[in-house]
Nanobody, 121 residues
Framework: QVQLVESGGGLVQPGGSLRLSCAAS????????MGWYRQAPGKQRELVAG???????NYADSVKGRFTISRDNAKNTVYLQMNSLKPEDTAVYYC???????????????WGQGTQVTVSS
């Protein structure tokens, strides 16, 4: 009853920028925490950045100062602005959200389908 749809991935040169978006839709009552994770080939999925419904943020050390997470609560959308991209940022990026749905009768942890980010010259 809840879907997360990501967009904005692609191929970019080192030092470049990309902006990811993730929109939640469905029978949503309230979206609590939202975040971005990534998974590189042969590695475990890791948290990149998170944001609470009040706007408090946290970042992985590897992206601090380069990435910025933000959200639009009216649109149930979370963004990830990625600057100064490095080859080691190459991964599939997944959106995650904790959602109250169906008039607050259902609480779940939802994932998007993933979007590929490749940083290469």
């Amino acid at each position: 009853q809840v879907q997360l749809v990501e967009s904005g991935g692609g191929l970019v040169q080192p030092g470049g920028s990309l902006r990811l978006s993730c929109a939640a839709s469905g029978s949503i009552s309230r979206v609590n925490g939202m975040g971005w994770y990534r998974q590189a080939p042969g590695k475990q999925r890791e948290l990149v950045a998170g944001i609470t419904s009040e706007g408090r943020t946290n970042y992985a050390d590897s992206v601090k100062g380069r990435f910025t997470i933000s959200r639009d609560n009216a649109k149930n959308t979370v963004y990830l602005q990625m600057n100064s991209l490095k080859p080691e940022d190459t991964a599939v990026y997944y959106c995650n959200a904790d959602v109250w749905a169906l008039r607050y009768t259902d609480y779940g942890d939802y994932w998007g389908q993933g979007t590929q980010v490749t940083v290469s010259s």
